[in-house]
């Protein structure tokens, strides 16, 4: 096998550390935005975040402080599964999203929010969000790495664990918000999932 690349082939960039800065701030504030948006409908979402979403409804807690704690769990599989970088680049984006979140809605109210719109608005903004922590090496935590750990411990797909625990979140949504919630709710996360789903490729952005 030879050591060398093609003449057409060239090796990714790396970002810079300014880089990275910005693509965890951006990805972080964004999020935190649209964090900010669902829980003023009263909605939730899927994942962890959905978790602490609910959690947050049930117990009083802010969204940012439950989901700050709701994620420490999950760093030491970050760290086992993805490394050092990755793992550091995780507690960072999500603890820069709870922060943020705790103090964004006192920099601007939401006086009138269409829930359909607003559903829409948020899985764009999400997707936006990860999209960018996707392509700078980080994540927002929670269970799509317990979902990739199980799928190399287990052989059982990350993509079936994920499912489950998105039905799970829901299926508790049901007793803490209304029907209609919910399915504005599910809305939003389809959207979320579209937009990575379709612009999430490794073949379109080679940066590390």
């Given at each position: 096998m030879s050591d060398t690349l093609p003449q057409d082939e060239t090796p990714p960039r790396k970002h810079t550390l300014l880089a990275d800065a910005h693509g965890l701030m951006f990805g972080s504030t964004m999020a935190a935005a649209a964090m900010v948006l669902l829980t003023h409908m009263g909605l939730v979402t899927g994942q962890t975040a959905g978790l602490a979403v609910l959690l947050s409804y049930m117990t009083g807690f802010s969204f940012g402080e439950v989901f700050f704690v709701v994620n420490l769990p999950f760093y030491w599989l970050a760290f086992r599964r993805m490394g050092v970088r990755f793992t550091v680049k995780t507690f960072?984006?999500?603890?820069?999203?709870?922060?943020?979140?705790?103090?964004?809605?006192?920099?601007?109210?939401?006086?009138?929010?269409?829930?359909?719109?607003?559903?829409?608005?948020?899985?764009?903004?999400?997707?936006?969000?990860?999209?960018?922590?996707?392509?700078?090496?980080?994540?927002?935590?929670?269970?799509?790495?317990?979902?990739?750990?199980?799928?190399?411990?287990?052989?059982?797909?990350?993509?079936?664990?994920?499912?489950?625990?998105?039905?799970?979140?829901?299926?508790?949504?049901?007793?803490?918000?209304?029907?209609?919630?919910?399915?504005?709710?599910?809305?939003?996360?389809?959207?979320?999932?579209?937009t990575i789903a379709i612009n999430h490729r490794k073949d379109w952005y080679v940066a590390t």
């Open positions: 960072i984006a999500v603890g820069l999203l709870s922060v943020i979140s705790q103090f964004m809605p006192n920099l601007f109210e939401i006086q009138h929010l269409n829930t359909a719109f607003g559903a829409i608005l948020f899985g764009l903004m999400s997707g936006a969000a990860l999209l960018a922590l996707f392509r700078h090496g980080a994540s927002l935590g929670g269970v799509g790495i317990l979902a990739v750990y199980l799928q190399d411990k287990t052989g059982f797909r990350a993509g079936y664990t994920q499912l489950l625990f998105d039905v799970g979140v829901f299926a508790l949504a049901l007793f803490v918000i209304d029907l209609p919630a919910v399915l504005y709710s599910l809305l939003g996360a389809f959207i979320v999932n579209t």
